[in-house]
Every structure is written in structure tokens, then in C-alpha cells.
């Protein structure tokens, strides 16, 4: 980067959504919270990831390989779960 740091304009939150970039805003949002949760860190298999659903009764047909859509309201309530204790808050 060749531009010195006096070139650097901050530009507040509110403007940036004023001005047509509130997707923008939103994506930056939610990448530094998935930072300060540490979700960044992970770096997950689909094995890995198979394992952790299958803890939840949600079977690889279902977890790995099917949609959510096509999902029955207990499944979806495995999925929400599973998705709930991924960083195994407890």
C-alpha cells in the first residue's frame, strides 16, 4: 500500500448506510463478530463437521448432503441446535 496513512478518511457507519453500502456495512459487521467469537479460527472438514451433527441425531443423508429446506420440523430443530453448541459453549 503506497498512500500514507494521512490519506485515510473515516467515514462514520450511518453515512456508508445512507449511501447505498448498508450491504457493505452488514458483511464488514458480521465478519468482525465472527472474529471476536473466534469463528475465524476454525477450520472445519465435512468429517469433522458430519461428527458434530451426528451428535445430534442428524444423520449424514440429512447433514452433509441434504438441504434445509427438504428438512422435517424436528430435524430443523437437530440442525438449530447442533449450529447453537458448535463452539460448545458449556
Do not use: C
Amino acid at each position: 500500500w503506497d498512500r500514507a496513512e494521512k490519506h485515510n478518511l473515516h467515514i462514520d457507519k450511518d453515512r456508508l448506510e445512507r449511501t447505498g453500502h448498508a450491504e457493505e456495512v452488514l458483511k464488514y459487521d458480521m465478519l468482525v463478530a465472527a472474529r471476536a467469537a473466534g469463528l475465524d479460527l476454525i477450520n472445519v472438514t465435512v468429517k469433522e463437521l458430519q461428527a458434530h451433527l451426528d451428535e445430534f441425531g442428524l444423520p449424514q443423508e440429512y447433514g452433509t448432503y441434504g438441504k434445509v429446506r427438504g428438512l422435517s420440523g424436528g430435524q430443523k430443530v437437530k440442525l438449530v441446535l447442533a449450529a447453537a453448541m458448535w463452539n460448545r459453549p458449556h
